[in-house]
């Protein structure tokens, strides 16, 4: 091999029908020994891509050849964020196809451009959540360089992407980061508004235990979750929109002719969807006509309360006056009674002691005569 290098006749860099160079397919092929030969050698331009304008290093990320990957991504003349002809860095291909250790190897650079989108506005990011690679999302939302929230040309987030294609444990992984909008909108249409569209019952149940889901935001044309859900007859959606409490089942959008969750389900023929919007509706009226008949007992009690509580205060006067005068009587007759028992007593002093000085009398009269 270093011998054939050697010899300036020999066209190291001559492409197939394919457009591939020795080199090329060497990285292709996995062989990290005379890649690592061709690599190191001057005339070997690392850089050349297919027809596809798939480069040398990007073949090996695509492949797998974790040990090429590892060579070249320390060669200088290397270019590790070249994209080929639709715009796929090799960062985007390895988080596209699930090569776990590729990825790790990669984020380890600090030349590494973790943002770079195609041009559909598509990042690594987005795509490891597109694809349901749980285990690179993870190695990405670590990684502080990585936009969360990127959205592509038509403004779906990697949140949206993921309740879209249904990725439920992609999903509770992105609730858990504070970073993540879990709201933004595609064209008015939410990640929440999107499962239930589809009907991913079990992510429709994780969104609505989070408070910051926003479930009655409609779309451009002024339809709710809940109106997509009844026009689309996700039964199970309804049911457990109904039981959150928080669905507005009489939200008729922007529209002028707009229909509510019950008339378009009534439109569609969705008999059950009917019957459980229209039971919905029953048992919300029932507590309101109950409070209120409750709120006329309590009235009425009150009313019966207050009379009552009138009589008792007048028949207690009464009392208290009946009392007040007997007692003033009894105090008038008490101290009539003393002034006669005075009076009597004043007497018997005064014939005791008329009887006494009548006998003193007699008793000096004998003394005398």
């Excluded at 999107?194 to 889901?213: A, P, S, T, W």
């Excluded at 935001?217 to 997509?228: A, C, D, F, V, W």
Aim: proline share 3%.
């Amino acid at each position: 091999m270093k011998l054939l290098l050697s010899n300036e006749r020999v066209r190291v860099n001559d492409r197939n029908r394919d457009g591939k160079t020795l080199f090329y397919i060497v990285c292709e092929l996995g062989r990290y020994e005379v890649a690592k030969i061709l690599a190191n050698n001057r005339r070997v331009d690392t850089s050349i891509p297919d027809n596809y304008g798939t480069t040398p290093f990007s073949i090996a990320c695509e492949k797998g050849k974790i040990k090429i990957v590892r060579e070249l991504a320390r060669n200088k003349r290397i270019d590790i964020n070249k994209p080929n002809k639709n715009d796929k860095t090799p960062l985007y291909v390895v988080s596209q196809k699930g090569h776990i250790e590729v990825v790790k190897l990669l984020l380890k650079e600090k030349s590494i451009d973790t943002n770079k989108a195609r041009i559909n506005g598509e990042t690594p990011f987005y795509v490891a959540c597109q694809k349901g690679h749980i285990e690179i999302v993870k190695l990405l939302l670590n990684d502080k360089r990585v936009d969360v929230n990127k959205a592509n040309n038509d403004g779906k987030t990697p949140f949206y992407i993921a309740c879209e294609n249904g990725h439920i444990e992609i999903v509770r992984l992105l609730l858990n980061d504070e970073r993540i909008d879990i709201n933004k909108a595609m064209d008015g249409v939410t990640p929440f508004y999107i499962v239930c569209f589809f009907g991913y019952i079990e992510i429709v149940k994780l969104l609505l235990n989070d408070q910051r889901v926003d479930i009655n935001k409609p779309n451009k044309s002024g339809k709710t979750s809940l109106y997509i859900a009844c026009e689309n007859e996700r039964i199970d959606v309804v049911k457990h929109l109904l039981e959150s409490g928080k669905a507005d089942i009489n939200y008729t959008g922007t529209n002028k002719n707009r229909k509510t969750p019950l008339e378009i389900a009534k439109k569609k023929g969705h008999s059950q969807i009917v019957e459980l919007l229209e039971t919905f509706q029953r048992c919300a009226s029932e507590p309101k006509e109950e409070k209120e008949k409750e709120k006329e007992k309590e009235k009425e009690k009150e009313e019966r309360r207050g009379k009552r509580e009138k009589i008792m205060n007048i028949e207690e006067k009464k009392k208290t006056k009946s009392t007040e005068q007997g007692q003033s009587n009894f105090e008038t007759k008490n101290n009539r009674t003393m002034k006669e028992k005075s009076k009597m007593e004043e007497q018997k002093n005064q014939e005791s002691k008329s009887i006494f000085i009548y006998f003193l009398f007699l008793f000096f009269l004998k003394i005398f005569f």
